[in-house]
C-alpha cells in the first residue's frame, strides 16, 4: 500500500521557518520529493531525495530549504527556512519507484502522491 500524508503547513511571517513532514509508507528505495503548486500555475518540484540520500534542489530554494528522510520513522522531511512570499502554496509530497537522477523535479515521474499542506508566507 502505497500512501503519503503530508503535515506542518500554516501561516508565517516572512523570514520565519516551518518544517514540512509526510509520513509515507512505501518501500525505502523509492524516491521521494516535495513540490509545490499555486491556483493558475504548474505543479513544480522544490526537493528531491534518493535512496542512497542524495539532494536535489530547484535554484529558487537552494540555501534555504533542506530535505531529509528517517527511514526508522517513516517520515520525509522539508526543513524551509528564511521563507518569502513567494514560497506561498500547497505542498505535496510525491514518491516513484525510479526516476532518473536528473528527473527528480520532474512531477511528471511520480505516480503517488499525498493530499497536500498549505504554506502560506506574509510579507
Known amino acids: 500500500q502505497v500512501q503519503l500524508v503530508e503535515s506542518g503547513g500554516g501561516s508565517v511571517q516572512a523570514g520565519g521557518s516551518l518544517r514540512l513532514s509526510c509520513t509515507a509508507s512505501?518501500?525505502?528505495?523509492?524516491?521521494m520529493g516535495w513540490f509545490r503548486q499555486t491556483p493558475g500555475k504548474e505543479r513544480e518540484g522544490v526537493a528531491a531525495?534518493?535512496?542512497?540520500?542524495?539532494?536535489r534542489y530547484a535554484d529558487s530554494v537552494k540555501g534555504r530549504f533542506t530535505i531529509s528522510r528517517d527511514a526508522a520513522k517513516n517520515t520525509l522531511y522539508l526543513q524551509m527556512n528564511s521563507l518569502k512570499p513567494e514560497d506561498t502554496a500547497m505542498y505535496y509530497c510525491?514518491?516513484?519507484?525510479?526516476?532518473?537522477?536528473?528527473?527528480?523535479?520532474?512531477?511528471?515521474?511520480?505516480?503517488?502522491w499525498g493530499q497536500g499542506t498549505q504554506v502560506t508566507v506574509s510579507s
Open positions: 510525491a514518491a516513484a519507484p525510479w526516476v532518473f537522477p536528473t528527473s527528480t523535479l520532474d512531477p511528471n515521474r511520480y505516480n503517488s
Open positions: 512505501v518501500p525505502d528505495r523509492y524516491c
Open positions: 531525495i534518493d535512496s542512497d540520500g542524495s539532494t
